[in-house]
């Protein structure tokens, strides 16, 4: 029965995180990003080269060069240049 229980919370975090968005910091300097889910506003930074996953239930974010989008949280997001590529 434990085995079982510790089998569904695995399946359950592995499949929360399916539906974040991804962000991809392909420059070679970190940035600053605004996120507001959920009607709360927060700053995540994403470092040079890193992979974040924010966005599990949609959000509106701000990048690096001022302009703001909205997630459904199925995106990949690309920051090259200091812009962003959304896919």
């Not at 001022?66 to 995106?75: M, N, V």
């Amino acid at each position: 029965m434990k085995i079982m229980f510790a089998a569904l919370v695995a399946l359950a975090v592995q499949s929360s995180g399916a539906f974040a968005a991804t962000i991809v910091n392909k420059d070679a300097q970190d940035y600053s990003l605004q996120i507001t889910e959920g009607g709360e506003q927060s700053e995540i930074g994403i470092e040079a080269g890193e992979t974040i996953n924010i966005c599990a239930s949609g959000c509106f974010i701000t990048l690096p060069n001022g302009d703001r989008e909205t997630l459904s949280g199925a995106e990949t997001v690309e920051i090259i240049n200091g812009k962003a590529n959304i896919k």
